[in-house]
């Protein structure tokens, strides 16, 4: 679950309202849902299943339900007379100006992502660094929008460039090659190259001749993939796939996941290899096209890594809460090179002899410069508070590296930082579709169950004060050491000019603080997640900025197990709730859909007693009680989900809307032609903002 990433969700999914007031109940009632029960026994528990027959997509009645399903969900919202409006106004902000994002450099040529609104997908662009021409290298848009380019590895000189596509939301890679230099491509295709339950892989041989990359086995003749085992390959570059080679990884784990990281002029690689999301890895090196040496176990912690020079430099948590470096040198022997420090490390990057670092502290983001013995240069001069540091680009030995970072109120930008003199120069900017120059930020704080504080940024228009009764949306996502950062307000500010409020909680779970704020919130610690976001949304009551009666909630995947856990823990604290993409059966979750496995050293295994009372405890699914008041609920779902199965979505709306007394809405909407929101087309995410926010504006009654 690597990542349905937080700040893309609240980027697409809070969007602009008008007026219109709340409505208490529902017009007519959803579809009916059939019962036929399945009963088991979890850690000496029984487990009742009244909804398991929604688990198979390809059943006539499922069918039937999921089309039900859609066309009340459409007649809901669509009576709802925001719709249109919410539509265009959406579209109109998220209408900026050209967009760049994932840069990398390699030989002299910087490689990117550009967009330009409403393109559905981004390009994959080169240009000379600094100042050359711009030429497209690919265009996924020639189709219906829905292929997108999942990932790219540029070749040391920049002579070649290996990229990843996938259809439909999927997220399963196919590798294509092409020249630069002629913008031809190459006969070379490397299918099932990860995507979905494993992340994709790829780091080039020295001599450009090949690649080595993540894959997975293909299946016999008419048999389904198996998304496990994933292994390295070695591919050269005019054969065909079927003469790849392994290269590591043969009986590794079910669960593999990889890392690859080029050294300068790939005359090195290094290795990161997990067990699942969400754990430490073990690390490997390999000189020239030798085989991987491990230098590392999983004891030291390690959670990311860089090269500088001919040293691995890698952020090890062992012993160290918020993170410290450690060096491995062509020995492959591993030296302590920087203490832990002032906040928790999120990536390391090259520059001159020296690197970067890049931490966090809850919602402040910052960067310092060392030098190649770790002595302390500077703070680079960014803006203090309110943002993220995104990409970093650079090369072996140069002194300037290029840094992207955008904030609440900064769209993304580009700057050139030189490491000799401390220059920063901006070299590209987003211009917003709107002024952004009257948008507030504050900090609460909500105080955890345990004592524990929990930051909640709070974003409001100037003028717009705490009243009691602000519409209010609360964001938030809880696990997989995967922050909450601030993201650029964007299409929210039609919420925000309207007298809404928007606020983001740094809980447990992520690694705003560093890996025991992540660990804090794992596998039988997960509770302390949802008492985290309890928090925070008491503390928008007890400061004032709004009422139950006007609070929404919204996460999307691990977050959407997170709303499910709120609405059913809390079903008096909040008026409406958006949950896309979730978990909400958790022991099933764990044994019965492919990235179930790769999730146990997040949420742990059903087969510990512990943790699978734990897990029931706090399932969603497990505790809808019936005669209960619900708030208003929106779950939103996609066919081609390859991270969460998409009925999860489906029993959890049936069991709602079989539980609820309050007459409030239980809506379902699954998009057939969509994933996990990862790659998704322009027009997908603009309809989704819309759809889901007309109905947070209709449910906490958003004024003009």
Not at 244 to 249: I, R, S, T, Y
């Amino acid at each position: 679950m690597r990542a349905f990433v937080p700040r893309l969700l609240a980027v697409s999914l809070f969007v602009a309202c008008g007026a219109h007031a709340a409505t208490p109940a529902t017009a007519n009632p959803p579809p009916a849902t059939p019962k036929h029960m399945v009963s088991e026994t979890l850690a000496g528990q029984p487990v009742n299943d009244p909804y398991r027959w929604l688990e198979n997509p390809d059943a006539p009645d499922v069918k039937q339900w999921i089309d039900a399903q859609n066309a009340y969900t459409e007649a809901t919202i669509g009576a709802m007379p925001l719709a249109k409006a919410l539509s265009a106004r959406v579209r109109e902000l998220a209408i900026t100006s050209t967009t760049r994002s994932s840069p990398t450099l390699a030989g002299g040529t910087l490689f990117y992502f550009e967009n330009t609104p409403p393109q559905a997908q981004p390009l994959l662009v080169a240009k000379a660094w600094p100042d050359g021409p711009t030429r497209t290298l690919v265009d996924p848009n020639q189709g219906d929008g829905n292929t997108a380019i999942t990932e790219y590895w540029p070749s040391p000189s920049g002579r070649y460039l290996a990229y990843g596509t996938a259809e439909g939301g999927s997220e399963l890679t196919t590798i294509h090659v092409l020249d630069t230099a002629t913008g031809k491509a190459l006969p070379d295709l490397m299918p099932l190259a990860g995507g979905g339950t494993t992340p994709q892989a790829l780091a080039w041989d020295a001599d450009e001749k090949g690649v080595t990359y993540a894959r997975f086995e293909a299946p016999a003749k008419g048999q389904p993939l198996r998304e496990f085992d994933a292994v390295l390959a070695h591919h050269t570059l005019g054969q065909p796939a079927t003469a790849d080679h392994l290269v590591f990884g043969k009986g590794y784990s079910h669960v593999a996941e990889y890392i690859l990281l080029e050294g300068k002029g790939g005359a090195s690689t290094a290795l990161l290899a997990n067990e699942g999301d969400g754990g430490p890895a073990e690390v490997y090196l390999r000189r020239g096209t030798g085989t991987f040496q491990r230098v590392l176990g999983r004891e030291a912690d390690a959670r990311s890594a860089a090269w500088v020079g001919d040293r691995l430099v890698v952020a090890s948590f062992a012993g160290a809460p918020r993170g410290k470096l450690v060096a491995i040198g062509a020995d492959g022997k591993a030296t302590d090179l920087l203490a832990q420090g002032e906040g928790a490390i999120q990536h390391v990057s090259a520059l001159g002899n020296g690197f970067l670092v890049v931490r966090s502290a809850g919602p402040d983001w910052w960067a310092d410069q060392y030098d190649g013995k770790a002595g302390f240069v500077r703070r680079v001069p960014l803006p203090p508070n309110g943002i993220t540091i995104g990409g970093v680009a650079s090369e072996a030995g140069q002194n300037k590296a290029l840094l992207s970072y955008a904030g609440w109120t900064t769209p993304t930008h580009w700057v050139e930082y030189d490491g000799a003199s401390g220059a920063l120069k901006t070299v590209f900017e987003v211009k917003a579709a709107a002024d952004y120059s009257k948008v507030k930020v504050s900090r609460i704080d909500g105080v955890s169950k345990d004592g524990t504080k929990i930051p909640v940024t709070v974003i409001a228009m100037e003028g717009t004060t705490p009243n009691g009764k602000r519409p209010t949306i609360l964001y938030s996502y809880g696990g997989f050491g995967l922050p909450v950062t601030p993201v650029f307000v964007g299409a929210n500010l039609a919420w925000l000019e309207r007298g809404g409020v928007l606020a983001y909680a740094n809980i447990r779970g992520g690694n705003e603080f560093g890996e025991a704020w992540h660990a804090q919130g794992q596998k039988q610690n997960k509770q302390n997640v949802f008492d985290d976001f309890f928090a925070a949304s008491q503390a928008l009551l007890d400061t004032k900025w709004t009422d139950r009666a006007h609070l929404g909630i919204l996460g999307g995947s691990n977050g959407g197990l997170l709303m499910g856990a709120a609405l059913t823990q809390h079903p008096e604290q909040y008026r409406a709730v958006v949950g896309a993409v979730g978990i909400y059966d958790v022991p099933r979750h764990m044994t019965a859909f492919a990235n179930g496995p790769y999730n146990v050293s997040e949420y742990g295994s059903t087969t510990d007693p512990v943790v699978a009372r734990a897990m029931l405890a706090y399932s969603p699914l497990h505790n809808v009680k019936p005669g209960t008041k619900y708030p208003a609920v929106l779950l939103a779902t996609g066919a081609n989900d390859p991270r969460v199965a998409p009925w999860q979505s489906r029993k959890f709306a049936a069991a709602l809307q079989d539980a609820t007394t309050s007459g409030q809405p239980v809506l379902l909407l699954t998009r057939m032609n969509a994933g996990h929101g990862i790659g998704a087309p322009f027009s997908q995410r603009v309809g989704n903002a819309a759809l889901q926010l007309t109905f947070f504006a209709t449910e906490l009654g958003l004024g003009e």
